[in-house]
């Protein structure tokens, strides 16, 4: 009896090794489905949880087709030691990270390693109204410093600093294009960021600040369009807020609560 329960459980941890082993990069997809709420999955997995690749997707609909959200592919290493606790990951995509990035710790904590991600302007109509209206064009690139993730019961905190930089931004509702390049900073003190935006340069001056806390975004800023573009901006500048007149000029208040 003694004997058959050894050849048991000896049976039962090589079947457990062998799927750990050759554990299909596939599989994956439904587990980042589930940690994002269904918003996110991986598409064309390949390889396995220890060395593969996908591209990053929505998650598939009901014709169970998944569109890429960004552009290449995510190549990906893993360390099996994640099995005794310590994590050791290394991601790399030529045509969307401008360099490898390495995510290391344990089971709870992870630190992320500085790199910029390009994300596609079109993604920003997503957000609804009134983005969605305007249908936004531009590179934007996200970049960040050395970031450090805690788990905390069932969210992540974050503690670092990274930066939405969005140059020759364009709208299919101005005839003007470009419109200009901002920039977006986002302090991040555990579940809540800080939030700055500033103009870089252009004929549409946007300018303002708020906070982003368990994922509810407030904001306060103004919109205003530069010397000789009043005009030529009036349409566009009426889809995004309330006109107000600040020290004799016409702007319009940005708010989202």
């Known amino acids: 009896m003694k004997r058959a329960l050894l050849w048991g459980l000896a049976t039962l941890l090589a079947g457990a090794l062998t799927v750990l082993t050759f554990f299909p990069a596939a599989w ?15 598409g064309d997995a390949q390889g396995t949880l220890w060395r593969g690749s996908a591209f990053i997707g929505g998650a598939p609909g009901a014709g169970g087709a998944v569109t890429p959200l960004l552009p290449g592919r995510f190549a990906w290493r893993l360390s ?6 310590s994590v050791s990951l290394q991601l790399e995509n030529p045509l969307a ?3 490898p990035v390495r995510i290391s710790g344990s089971w709870s904590q992870w630190q992320v390693s500085p790199a910029e991600l390009m994300l596609p ?3 920003l109509a997503g957000l609804g109204a009134p983005l969605n209206t305007l249908a936004p064009s531009g590179v934007m690139r996200l970049s960040w410093s050395t970031l450090e993730l805690m788990r905390q019961q069932q969210t992540v905190a974050v503690n670092g600093r990274t930066v939405l930089v969005m140059n020759d931004m364009g709208s299919r509702m101005s005839p003007v294009k470009p419109l200009g390049s901002y920039e977006l900073a986002m302090d ?3 579940q809540q960021a800080k939030l700055n935006l500033t103009t870089v340069r252009g004929a549409l001056l946007l300018s303002g600040n708020g906070s982003l806390d368990r994922g509810r975004l407030q904001f306060s800023g103004q919109a205003a369009a530069a010397n000789g573009y009043e005009e030529t901006l009036g349409n566009l500048l009426n889809l995004l807020g309330q006109r107000r007149m600040v020290g004799g000029k016409n702007i319009i208040a940005l708010e989202f609560k």
């Open 188 to 190: 991040w003190q555990g």
């Open 97 to 99: 990270l401008s360099q």
């Open 28 to 42: 994956l997809g439904r587990i980042v489905e589930q940690q994002t709420g269904g918003r996110l999955t991986l």
């Open 80 to 85: 099996p030691l994640v099995l005794l606790g």
């Open 121 to 123: 302007a079109e993604g």
